[in-house]
């Protein structure tokens, strides 16, 4: 069983997470996070630079424990892609992802941001090496 809180694993017999101390018998789904625009910008600054490993949560432990992922899945994702950030999705770089997606999403400055996101893309076929997990793409 995991928290509903922290996302960390419950022992069965404990009523409280050893984490974060929540209650392990709370049913309430957690909050939702609120849509933060200052986070998105740093987001979208972040795809001119290389990846870097998210933080390890429930998902990223879940891309741990799958199948490595293809480096030439990823490469051919970003070519033909990349502009919709798949390539990104595919890794588990999720919030990175997302800022590539918004970009070409985005109407008033779509060739901008869109322009942008395709020197992120190419950035990332010659500079990622690991998916989120911090496992090398085979």
Request: hydrophobic share 40%.
């Amino acid at each position: 069983m995991n928290c509903k809180k922290c996302g960390s694993e419950i022992p069965e017999n404990a009523t409280t997470c050893p984490k974060c101390g929540a209650s392990a018998t709370d049913t309430t789904a957690p909050a939702a996070k609120k849509f933060d625009f200052k986070e998105l910008l740093e987001n979208i600054k972040a795809l001119l630079k290389p990846a870097q490993l998210p933080p390890r949560t429930p998902e990223i432990e879940a891309l741990a424990a799958g199948p490595t992922k293809s480096r030439m899945v990823y490469i051919l994702l970003a070519l033909f892609l990349g502009g919709f950030g798949v390539h990104n999705f595919y890794a588990g770089y999720r919030s990175r992802a997302i800022a590539t997606l918004v970009c070409w999403v985005i109407p008033p400055c779509c060739c901008i941001t869109g322009i942008i996101a395709a020197i992120g893309c190419w950035i990332d076929i010659f500079t990622m090496k690991c998916d989120a997990a911090g496992r090398p793409l085979q």
